[in-house]
């Protein structure tokens, strides 16, 4: 007789708090805790996932995570520690920039030759990182290599369908760029890949909803519909660092027993868009029922896909902007449609890096060309092929490149058009004020958590379908016209 179950959730649940309390003082550059406990021996969980996996979801979903953590643990800190032996820095008396950062950073710089040069001196040091790079990788492969490819949806590393989500806005696309990259400077036909995410941070969204408001205006609808007191520690705990105005990095590390999420004010802050949406998820995680650590994860990460969907889309909601925002219906034209782009280009960007994690997890041959055709459908242009080994680090984490598991993400983004209009519906379109919507979301949360987002979507509408997501951005696009 081996561990019981509940031994072993207990084991799993110490090894994701341990893993969240490294990732912690990484991501911040803290001192890591002094935990009680060792990371235990997780070589035994995947036979008892097997088991598992249809009678008890939740437990499988979240032993095959402590797997994962635990095998890829030891190579993730040599990759770390790597990491921060590589500043990235154009001058030296410059504040350096870590390179698992950088996009952030050029992405916030205004000026086209800087950003060129960040991106740049970036690529120059990649060589230096490529074998804890590939070592990352390989380990992350074994370990999925040992879980049944039936879990990887609901880990979040599944593919969701980009070709699909990249026809359907195609057309959105270009002519929102038309929109927004002339104000910008940039021209799209001889855009590069740092002039690429410049698009993606708005500059009048920062000057109309400023940094040190971030915080507040991403929790406010929970406020509104009566869900405050989940969120009330975690933004309690990020406020002050959104208080300089340099921006703060939100960041949603793991739903467990209560969400965590990690607050620093720095100069790359990741954007209204995305502090809301980390928001969202750290509601979703601290709503989390149940007695058992697995029941209050749920058997799905998609959730945080939704969840994270739900607080950034809220950008593109006119009256939301206009009550909570307090802006002003000429300036929320150009705001609207910035946060639309940013969202196209969001939405685009998960799809293409869900299908290309996927493939490097099943060891797909090429994945330097595959991930730089993928980006060039995506966004019309891509960095270096180079970047690919370094951007698949990522897969796993709940950071991810522009945060997040990239197949939960566009999970996510495909299923929120059809839990707004249900909100809609049993509410009014202003559900993000009704004091009585929280009841909704809670309880969209408690089923999602229960049976997984597919399952939720069949019982809501049937198979989740692109052309829903397509309407909600066409309908956000009349709606900024009205400004």
């Known amino acids: 007789m081996g561990p019981s179950v509940e031994a072993r959730e207990h084991e799993a649940q110490v090894a994701l708090a341990t893993d ?75 504040r350096a920039v870590r390179l698992d950062a950088i996009e952030s950073a050029v992405a916030c710089e205004p000026g086209g030759a800087r950003r060129q040069a960040l991106l740049t001196e970036a690529e120059r040091l990649l060589p230096d990182l490529r074998e804890p790079a590939r070592a990352l990788v390989d380990a992350l492969r074994d ?129 209204v868009m995305d502090v809301g949406g980390a928001l969202s998820v750290a509601l979703a995680c601290a709503m989390g029922r149940g007695i058992a650590p697995g029941v209050r994860r749920g058997c799905d990460r998609g959730l945080d896909g939704v969840a994270h969907a739900l607080g950034r889309r809220l950008h593109l909601e006119r009256r939301f902007l206009q009550r909570e925002a307090a802006i002003d219906a000429v300036p929320r034209e150009r705001y609207m449609l910035e946060a639309l782009h940013a969202e196209v280009l969001r939405t685009r960007l998960d799809a293409v890096l869900a299908r290309f994690g996927a493939a490097i997890l099943a060891r797909a041959p090429e994945p330097g060309q595959r991930f730089h055709e993928d980006l060039t459908r995506a966004l019309a242009v891509a960095p270096s092929p180079a970047w690919a080994i370094h951007v698949a680090t990522r897969c796993f984490d709940d950071g991810g490149w522009w945060g997040g598991r990239w197949g939960a993400r566009a999970l996510g983004a495909r299923c929120e058009p059809r839990v707004v209009a249900l909100l809609r519906e049993r509410y009014d379109e202003d559900w993000f004020r009704n004091p009585k919507a929280g009841e909704g979301v809670a309880s969209v949360f408690d089923a999602m958590r229960a049976v997984g987002v597919n399952a939720w979507s069949e019982a809501h509408g049937g198979a989740l379908k692109v052309s829903e997501l397509a309407a909600r951005f066409d309908e956000a696009m009349r709606d900024a016209r009205r400004g």
């Open 143 to 271: 370990a999925f290599g040992q879980i049944d490819p039936a879990l990887w949806q609901p880990l979040g590393v599944s593919d969701s369908g980009a070709d699909e989500m990249l026809a359907a806005t195609d057309d959105l696309l270009r002519e929102l760029d038309a929109w927004v990259c002339v104000p910008l400077g940039i021209d799209r036909a001889r855009m590069t890949f740092a002039d690429r995410l410049r698009t993606m941070v708005s500059p009048s969204m920062t000057s109309l909803a400023p940094p040190s408001t971030w915080v507040d205006l991403g929790a406010r609808w929970a406020t509104r519909t009566g869900l405050e007191t989940s969120l009330r520690r975690v933004v309690d705990d990020l406020r002050p660092a959104s208080a300089t105005g340099h921006g703060v990095a939100a960041l949603c590390e793991r739903a467990g027993e209560r969400s965590v999420l990690a607050g620093r004010s720095t100069v790359a802050g990741r954007g």
């Open 20 to 94: 969240a309390s490294e990732t912690r003082a990484f991501l911040t550059e803290s001192e890591r805790e002094d935990l009680p406990h060792a990371f235990p021996n997780v070589a035994p969980y995947p036979a008892v996932v097997t088991s598992l996996r249809e009678i008890d979801p939740w437990r499988a979903v979240l032993l095959a995570e402590a797997y994962v953590t635990g095998v890829r643990r030891k190579a993730l800190e040599r990759y770390r520690a790597a990491l921060q032996k590589t500043p990235v820095r154009l001058r030296q008396e410059e």
